[in-house]
């Protein structure tokens, strides 16, 4: 499998938010190839690999073709609120596209780092260790554990990795969190942000370096990586305007309940990195370090 010189990785939902950064941070001596259901700039169709976990042929087919040495899953169905619309739809990409995954990866003797979430726990009493009884108490979540269990239970060599909060930018990507956030203040919006929602952000480009680690090491099992610092969204919007002195009195705090969501979300839902610190000592940037470089990356792509 690979070149012989340097391993390959096949990323699978390349053109997405997390995909997008596992592509092009800098990460020597792996081969990356971008594989996506719809592939977008900045890929050309002739770059990217065109597959869609739900068809487990086009998986088959794209593994058989790249012969890598590990597959790194960014493909998700993670709108929250999508998903409690539509659970059907969830559970065909988050559980039966790793289905399909993780038998393509068993039949070519192939590696598989997945990627989970926080929300597999109710957030009664985070942050949590890898070890802590789990307790979605939404489709995402639900959908996301069932994934975990379809790995973890098979043979198929590899990590469960969870995160929460993922932050950054990448042109072309739908916002997140963050950008919204930024590009609603910078604006001069108003905008309601929940107070009671609590978790440890995570830098994407961090994020994907450590996964593209883990093709490296032979770990197998759950592990979680996030951001090094706890705090509820309404924390990291008051960062915000402190980092880019943007006005604070444009930013209300709401209760989830006053807020309306669809799907209900765990309210203090961090992850502890013990592991990951005892295994991989990650280096790690703070939350405002980390929103310098994102609201820079976002000025140079606004000319």
């Known amino acids: ?13 390349a053109s997405g938010f997390l995909g997008r950064a596992l592509c092009d941070v800098p990460y020597q001596g792996l081969n990356r190839v971008p594989a996506a259901r719809n592939p977008r700039p900045p890929f050309l169709e002739s770059d990217c690999l065109r597959v869609d976990v739900t068809d487990a042929e086009s998986v088959v087919r794209a593994v058989s073709q790249v012969r890598p040495d ?4 960014a493909a998700a169905e993670a709108g929250v609120d999508r998903c ?3 659970p059907g739809l969830a559970h065909r990409v988050n559980v039966c596209g790793t289905r399909n995954l993780i038998r393509a990866c068993e039949n070519a003797g192939v590696g598989l780092v997945t990627v989970s979430t926080n929300y597999v726990f109710d957030g009664q009493a985070g942050p949590y260790a890898e070890t802590d009884p789990t307790n979605p108490v939404n489709a995402y979540g639900r959908t996301k554990l069932e994934a975990e269990s379809v790995v973890l239970d098979s043979p198929c060599h590899g990590p469960v990795v969870r995160t929460a909060v ?3 930018y990448r042109t072309g990507c739908r916002p997140n969190f963050v950008t919204w956030a930024l590009e609603s203040l910078l604006c001069g919006e108003t905008i ?3 107070t009671d929602e609590w978790a440890n952000p995570t830098c994407v480009d961090e994020l994907a370096v450590f996964l593209l680690g883990l093709c490296r090491r032979k770990f197998r099992g759950v592990i979680h990586f996030a951001g090094p610092e706890f705090m509820s969204r309404y924390e990291m919007v008051k960062r915000i305007c402190r980092c880019f002195n943007l006005d604070a009195d444009l930013v209300v705090p709401v209760t989830s ?3 309306g969501q669809i799907a209900p979300r765990p309210p203090c839902a961090g992850l502890k990195l013990d592991l990951a610190r005892e295994l991989f000592d990650p280096a790690l940037k703070s939350f405002s370090e980390n929103l310098k470089r994102t609201g820079e990356e976002m000025r140079v792509a606004a000319g």
């Open 1 to 13: 499998m690979g070149d012989g010189s340097n391993e390959t990785v096949l990323i699978v939902g």
């Open 70 to 73: 590990w597959v790194i899953n």
């Open 84 to 86: 409690e619309r539509n």
């Open 166 to 168: 993922l932050y950054g």
């Open 192 to 194: 309601r942000v929940v």
């Open 257 to 259: 309940r006053e807020l």
